[in-house]
């Protein structure tokens, strides 16, 4: 019966992802596209035996939709993001940046990254009050009860959208482009905006690579863990860079259920080959008409400050740096993780220079 567990683990992190999928088409990203970055993961993950699967991440569309301004812009972001990732992992330094940086300053990153999403969920809260509220609400109950992310997004998301579609009528009409069952090439573009959007999705996908997908290493029970950093950076920044020319949507690293299965390896290509199949079919924008943006305040707004923030925040106030990463924390919740990276790096310099070190 290994099959129908592997089945059923695959099952639950798609219906975390497909919620954050339809935050992404709120965003103007393109959804057939996106298929490609699921069926090349997939590919990679079978071709190495990798247990760390990708996804549509909250963190990745809150913080590209945050500094985007439009749809060319955020392609451009999530290109040149993940041409610095390329770089990162095919140089092999990504633990290298992390152990220069040290645990405290990435986890003061994260923990800001945290308050970031926090605060983005009450900012769609206030502008669509019902939907927002309400999702805001059920994740907070749910969460308390279950404690269990999956359940707090489902619910949330259903609940809320239930409430606008029957209280405010809710049908949206989403851009033709969004819903096209075709490629059609964006061309990039570059300005200081993208420039540091860029930076900025490149420093969080640094920070959550390593955590995201440690953690998902560890949960298949393996010694040592089997995540490999290197190929997880490769496969990510080429399925991001390959849709982003296309319009579509990123994927990045996630924490999955599907690293407990009794068969780890199937059961990540198994969801991400289940959710290719939804967005080739176009079943996720017809469910897009009737599920309002804010329909996932609530899940980010958990997943921020009760799920990120305190673990992180914990981490970054302990040991000899914890100034630093209690400032970087507080650059990276008011700016973004590059300028908190930054701000956390010339610090520290700054300090052992001082002190001769």
């Avoid at 298949?220 to 296309?246: E, R, Y």
Wanted: hydrophobic share 55%; net charge positive.
């Amino acid at each position: 019966m290994h099959w129908l567990a592997d089945l059923l683990a695959a099952i639950g992190v798609v219906l975390n992802g497909i919620p954050q999928g339809i935050m992404a088409m709120s965003l103007g990203f393109a959804i057939f596209p996106t298929m490609f970055s699921f069926l090349f993961a997939s590919a990679v993950n079978g071709a190495f035996g990798a247990v760390a699967p990708l996804s549509f991440q909250a963190e990745s569309l809150a913080l590209t939709g945050k500094l985007g301004r439009d749809l060319r812009e955020r392609t451009s972001i999530i290109l040149g993001g993940s041409l610095v990732m390329l770089l990162i992992g095919v140089t092999g330094t990504l633990t290298k940046i992390v152990a220069l940086l040290g645990n405290g300053i990435m986890a003061g990153m994260m923990a800001g990254v945290g308050i970031m999403l926090a605060k983005i969920a009450l900012g769609m809260a206030k502008q669509e009050r019902l939907t927002g509220w309400t999702s805001v609400g059920l994740a907070a109950v749910t969460y308390l009860v279950t404690k269990d992310l999956v359940w707090t997004i489902v619910l949330s998301v259903v609940g809320s959208s239930l409430a606008a579609v029957f209280v405010t009528h809710y049908r949206a009409e989403l851009p033709e482009h969004v819903t096209a069952r075709r490629f059609v090439f964006t061309k990039p573009t570059i300005n200081p905006r993208v420039i540091r959007g860029a930076l900025s999705l490149a420093c969080l996908n640094i920070g959550a690579n390593i955590s995201y997908g440690l953690i998902t290493g560890e949960m298949t029970g393996l010694k040592p863990n089997p995540v490999n950093l290197n190929l997880l950076t490769i496969t990510q920044s080429l399925a991001d860079m390959g849709t982003s020319l296309l319009g579509g949507a990123p994927v990045e690293t996630i924490i999955s259920a599907t690293a407990s299965a009794p068969e780890p390896v199937i059961a990540g290509i198994l969801m991400m080959l289940i959710m290719a199949a939804i967005l080739a079919m176009g079943w996720l924008p017809r469910l897009g008409k009737y599920v309002p943006s804010a329909s996932i305040a609530g899940f980010l707004f958990i997943l921020g400050a009760v799920v990120i923030f305190p673990a992180d925040a914990a981490t970054a106030l302990q040991g000899k740096d914890a100034t630093v990463a209690a400032i970087t924390l507080v650059v990276t919740a008011v700016a973004d993780p590059f300028a908190g990276l930054l701000t956390g790096g010339l610090l520290k310099a700054l300090l052992l220079v001082g002190l001769g070190v």
